[in-house]
T-cell receptor, first 111, second 115 residues
Framework: DVKVTQSSRYLVKRTGEKVFLECVQD?????MFWYRQDPGLGLRLIYF???????EKGDIPEGYSVSREKKERFSLILESASTNQTSMYLC??????????FGPGTRLTVT | AQSVTQLDSQVPVFEEAPVELRCNYS??????LFWYVQYPNQGLQLLLK??????LVKSINGFEAEFNKSQTSFHLRKPSVHISDTAEYFC?????????????FGKGTLLTVNP
């Protein structure tokens, strides 16, 4: 079974802090994705990566950056957290056929 | 570019009633279609997918969806729902070609099954 894990289920940070969200997959997938999920807005793509050290902006990249130094790990970075980044963050990975495998999510609260 | 419209944000039904969750998409290229389910406090799980072949696809827990190319729809149906089907359901589309496998999601439909 494919497993995608995220470093935290719940996280509380203060405005202005630098925040790291980690995602690890164990199935050697090339493609990895970060989404944020907000009520009534569905899932919106922040960034994705199609190979080590390769990344592309998604639909809402502002305020975020990413890092992929190893194939299995994809990190989302909030350089200076703001209250409007309070959200559920979901990581996913895929190999073929568009089917994405999701982690359990990190619920981030910025106060 | 693709877009997905889920026509109902909330669908309340009684247990053992039939249900249909509607999904329409827009795309200038051929697509793959997916339904994902999200139970409370969990990530998304794939429910079923259409890649090619038969336009009617089924899941192991009784859901089915039919790809209708002329109407650009991929509605999800179940003839008799259970309390445990209460969840949020997301329709998604990706281009069938290309190499980045990006998914575009609808905004979700919250299915609530009442006793």
């Amino acid at each position: 079974d494919v497993k995608v894990t995220q470093s935290s289920r719940y996280l509380v940070k203060r405005t202005g802090e630098k925040v790291f969200l980690e995602c690890v997959q164990d199935m050697d997938h090339e493609n990895m994705f970060w989404y944020r999920q907000d009520p009534g807005l569905g899932l919106r793509l922040i960034y994705f990566s199609y190979d080590v050290k390769m990344k592309e902006k998604g639909d809402i990249p502002e305020g975020y950056s990413v890092s992929r130094e190893k194939k299995e790990r994809f990190s989302l970075i909030l350089e200076s957290a703001s209250t409007n980044q309070t959200s559920m963050y979901l990581c996913a990975s895929t190999l073929l056929g568009g089917e994405q495998y999701f982690g359990p999510g990190t619920r981030l609260t910025v106060t | 570019a693709q877009s997905v419209t889920q026509l109902d944000s909330q669908v309340p039904v009684f247990e053992e009633a039939p249900v249909e969750l509607r999904c329409n998409y827009s795309s200038s290229v051929s697509v793959y279609l997916f339904w994902y389910v999200q139970y409370p406090n969990q990530g998304l799980q794939l429910l079923l997918k259409y890649l090619s072949g038969s336009t009617l696809v089924k899941s192991i827990n009784g859901f089915e969806a039919e790809f209708n190319k002329s109407q650009t729809s991929f509605h999800l149906r179940k003839p008799s729902v259970h309390i445990s089907d209460t969840a949020e359901y997301f329709c998604a589309v990706s281009p069938s070609g290309g190499s980045n496998y990006k998914l575009t999601f609808g905004k979700g439909t919250l299915l609530t099954v009442n006793p």
